[in-house]
DNA sequence: TCTGAATGATGAACATCTTAACATTTCGTA
DNA sequence: TACGAAATGTTAAGATGTTCATCATTCAGA
């Protein structure tokens, strides 16, 4: 009757699952706000680290590449990023905040952390501090490419040299 | 110079990004077989349990009615499921695996459960089964609204009479 | 029985994801 | 110097996410 598979966790989906139980409590602030989950990561990533390239914004910020394209059009259409090309090489795309992006930033942050706080509550600032640890390490995954070379005897890896 | 934020943990961002790493192994196994990973979740969800309601695939594989409406209706013109209203309640719609669908869920399910054994002998079995505890406790976080209400002495939730 | 609230699904509009193909610019090197 | 490979963004097309509105059906109660 029950036919359970026997390595079925289905852990993309509790990863999946996990997430939204916590975006749930900061879903209606930026939505209060008008901003996107997307938006709000790369404005805290350049409030954080200033001003950087687009491609480092896509690693992270967790985006690739085509959709960062339009965010960053939109964003900067609300008012919210200046976007310029790098000078030296102009493949390149500069991204940083503007001053009203920054001010939003700025107002948002204490009322984010507040959310967080929340959650730490009720979820428990060591089983956190965990969990916090452990994603972190699978995030370190090799690559299946990297695993399958890793396999096979012979590295395939570029020679560092 | 490091303007680190005090409690600035970023759950969510972390989350995302141990989700892309494992998914990283199963992307290309469902890509080749022209399945997305929402279809697939929806397929073995069918061939778990059976035919059920289209708001209870909706709940188990966390996709939104409005985006599932969608998804079901590509699926059946794929020839992956049926669909069907209740007799009874002409509102709810029965979802079921076609023979074919059922077939390519079986044809997948083993070399499904071999990513997962590549992840599992990665990461280790220990903290693998840890990290699935936490994350099942994680999505039990009370609604936001629900919060609320419990701080708030006066419960203003439904009486259970 | 009739009406208004509740329920389940869909429609609409916009944003983002995902993959593949392109365009542009730069760099290494013959 | 000119050519081809590599690096960086962008377009394109289709699928999904997200919020809100709407439609059809059912249900509860006057």
């Known amino acids: 009757m029950d036919q359970h598979l026997p390595h079925q966790h289905r852990l993309p989906q509790h990863l999946l699952r996990a997430r939204e139980a916590v975006m749930a409590y900061f879903r209606p602030l930026l939505n209060g706000f008008g901003l996107t989950e997307q938006q709000w990561r790369i404005m805290r990533l350049l409030d954080d680290r200033g001003e950087m390239e687009a491609g480092m914004v896509a690693d992270l910020a967790c985006i690739l590449s ?53 959650i730490e509550q009720h979820f428990g600032e060591a089983k956190l501090s965990q969990l916090l640890q452990l994603l972190a390490e699978l995030e370190q995954l090799p690559t299946p490419s990297q695993a399958s070379e890793t396999a096979s005897s012979n590295g395939e890896s570029e020679p560092d040299a």
């Open 66 to 118: 085509p959709s960062l394209t339009g965010i960053l059009v939109r964003m900067e259409k609300a008012g919210l990023i200046h976007r310029r090309k790098d000078k030296t090489d102009s493949r390149r795309l500069i991204v940083s905040l503007s001053d009203s992006g920054r001010a939003l930033t700025h107002q948002i942050s204490p009322l984010s952390a507040a959310c967080y706080q929340q």
